[in-house]
């Protein structure tokens, strides 16, 4: 097996891999030391010319150039596993990328966790030609892997729009217990968000869809006049702003139709 990119990620996976009896050879141009149970390269043909089964893990920016220089060393047939965290858009290039190379099988992988706190046993979720050869390698490490129906792509798609949640709601948590701090009420407000996200998880999905259009122009109001205070304690109102504008735009969407 072949490790391209040998960041915190890279080497966790590498580590796992080769503690599960396997041969890991690793690249990276910008990583130096060793990396336990690794071989680690200074070519990247050298290091994918001799494995059946690559893993990228490099930064989203990097994966298609990556894929481009590995193709004329892959041998027929072999897995071709995308870590990155490029958008499904880009994976599906790699279709592309690989039709000069009989039988590679890619594999979009979207990792649903994080690495660093988790490890390997990290849950993921794969799609592609490759997906279905590739699960079963990465559940002997101790992750739960989905396979996605669909083309290469897919499975970053699921990630893309768990992240509008994920990534949103960490920055609204973020926002708010700032402000709390600022306004010298962080623990009261640590206790409301934790009390919100203990509760009935698909009642308060079905009650923020329902209330945030019921309700658009009185919470788009009320989150003008957050904003407002947030910038009165020094605190920068971005999600604040975001979410005002988001009812603004419900309040739009079930506004009647004005006619003549």
Known sequence: MAILGLGEVGRIYGAALAAAGHEVLGYDPYSTGAVEGLTVLDDLE???????????????SVGLSVAREAAPALRPGTLYADFTSAAPAAKQELTGVFACVPGVRPADV??????????????????????????????????????????????MGHKLVRSVFMKSLAAAVTEAV???????????????????????????????????????????????????????????????????????????ESAPAQTG
Do not use: C, K, N
Request: net charge negative; aromatic share 2%.
């Open 46 to 60: 050298a290091a994918v010319e001799r494995a059946d089964m690559v893993f990228t893990l490099t930064p989203a």
């Open 110 to 155: 979207a990792i649903l966790g994080p690495v660093v706190q988790l490890g390997a046993g990290t849950p993921l979720m794969t799609a592609g030609p490759g997906a279905r050869a590739l699960a079963p390698i990465l559940r002997t490490l101790g992750a739960d892997v989905q396979v996605v129906e669909g083309e290469i792509g897919a499975a």
């Open 178 to 252: 700032r402000a709390g701090r600022a306004a010298g009420h962080e623990e009261w407000i640590r206790g409301q968000i934790a009390r919100e996200l203990s509760g009935d998880g698909q009642g308060t999905i079905d009650r923020f869809l329902r209330g945030s259009v019921l309700h658009a122009a009185r919470r788009h109001q009320e989150m003008e006049s957050v904003a407002g205070y947030l910038d009165d304690l020094g605190v920068t109102p971005t999600m604040s702003r975001a979410a005002a504008e988001v009812h603004r735009a419900l309040q739009d």
